[in-house]
């Protein structure tokens, strides 16, 4: 038993607690979400394009979760502190998914859609191409590159 009887029962008591107190502080036409810290996602996201949205992110970055997402301050928790902005990539991020969505509001809104914020052809990938630094691939295939040739001898 790795839970001594007396602390299961006190998290099964607390978890309760939790739900209840939950139920009552939603009215139930409320959109319901358990996100703390949306700045740029809207606040009633669902739980599952929340999770695609971040497993693009991932994705695209080539990264783990834990690249924008500080640990927890409870360290017995394995998962990050997902509401944090202790690590300033999350912040990086917000203002790549700002710039992500103006350059497609600004520039590929070509039938003036009336919510250009759901236009998508530009998203992170396109840029990141599954590293965190797009803007490295290029210096290293400039270093990998000869220099130009030498000016002819003029003699
Ligand atoms: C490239 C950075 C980045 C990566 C990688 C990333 N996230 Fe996020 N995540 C963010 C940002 C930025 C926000 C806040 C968005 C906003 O402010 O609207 C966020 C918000 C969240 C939230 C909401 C937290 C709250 O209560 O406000 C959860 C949950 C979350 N991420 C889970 C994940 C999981 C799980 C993964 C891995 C599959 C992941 N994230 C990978 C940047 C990232
Ligand atoms: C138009 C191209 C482009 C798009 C689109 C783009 N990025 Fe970036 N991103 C960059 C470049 C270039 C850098 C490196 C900037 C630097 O090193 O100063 C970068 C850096 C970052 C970093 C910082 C990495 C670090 O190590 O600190 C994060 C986090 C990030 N991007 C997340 C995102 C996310 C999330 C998206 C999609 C919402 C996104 N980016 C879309 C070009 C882009």
């Not at 017995?76 to 497609?104: C, H, L």
């Not at 691939?137 to 130009?148: F, L, W």
Request: net charge positive.
């Amino acid at each position: 038993m790795l839970i001594p009887n007396k602390k299961k029962i006190a998290v099964v008591l607390s978890l309760t607690a939790f739900v209840v107190l939950s139920v009552a502080a939603y009215k139930p036409t409320e959109p319901r979400s358990d996100y703390k810290n949306l700045q740029v996602l809207p606040k009633d996201i669902s739980q599952d394009s929340l999770k695609l949205i971040m497993d693009h992110f991932k994705e695209a970055l080539g990264v783990k979760c834990s690249f924008c997402h500080a640990p927890s301050k409870d360290t017995a928790q394995k998962w990050p502190d997902f509401a944090s902005d202790d690590k300033p990539e999350k912040n990086v991020a917000r203002y790549m998914m700002k710039m992500t969505m103006g350059i497609n509001s600004t520039y590929f809104n070509f039938n003036n859609s009336e919510k250009p914020d759901t236009i998508t052809v530009i998203k992170c990938i396109t840029c990141h191409r599954g590293s965190p630094h797009p803007d490295d691939a290029e210096t290293e295939h400039e270093e990998g590159k000869q220099g130009p040739p030498p000016p002819p001898n003029k003699n």
